[in-house]
């Protein structure tokens, strides 16, 4: 099973001894008021030990404001600009299938005005919000190849490759 809400991870603790050869962790979370119980093979335990302290000591760094304001930094300006042009690209190209559609038919000069208008508005709007989503998923993706973030993401491949199963119960 895979582990989830690994963004909420905090202390690990061992708790007693393995029963039925696995062992069992547990992981208080206060803040959200969940505690996450992990049940591990015991010969993965130290693996998962290994991974789980990893994974938490990445996360605890990228926490930290300087790293963040450094993760911001690298990708901010550029997350932005790009949002912004693939918006504009988007909803131009929306905005421009309509009218010239409006333009080049026949019909009462009313109708097409009319049709055009709302169809240019609807496909505009159509237009910026795709674009903006297509340069998001763009910018995302130089985000998840940041060597920090690839960092965090093998070590959570590491957790999962323990076999580890999860618990989560409210507090």
């Known amino acids: 099973m895979p582990i989830g809400n690994l963004s909420f991870l905090g202390a690990l603790n061992k708790t007693g001894v393995p029963v039925n050869g696995k062992q069992t962790y547990e992981v208080v979370d206060e803040d959200i008021n969940k505690k996450f119980t992990y049940t591990v093979p015991v010969e ?3 693996k998962f030990e290994k991974a789980y302290n990893e994974y938490h000591n ?3 760094n990228m926490k930290n404001p300087e790293e963040r304001e450094k993760l911001v930094a ?3 300006g550029s997350w932005q600009k790009n949002n912004r042009t693939g918006s504009i690209i988007g909803g131009a190209i929306g905005v ?3 009218a010239a559609i409006a333009i080049f ?3 009462s000069v009313v109708k ?3 049709w055009g208008t709302l169809g240019a508005i609807v496909f505009g709007i159509g237009g910026m919000l795709t674009g903006g989503y297509f340069s998001m998923i763009n910018e995302m993706k130089k985000v998840v190849a940041d060597p920090e973030m690839q960092k965090l993401l093998n070590a959570a491949k590491n957790i999962q490759a323990t076999g580890a199963e999860e618990k989560v119960e409210n507090l």
């Open 44 to 46: 993965n335990s130290d």
């Open 58 to 60: 990445l996360q605890d």
């Open 74 to 76: 690298k990708y901010a």
């Open 96 to 98: 421009v299938i309509p």
């Open 105 to 107: 038919t026949k019909g």
């Open 112 to 114: 097409r005005s009319i």
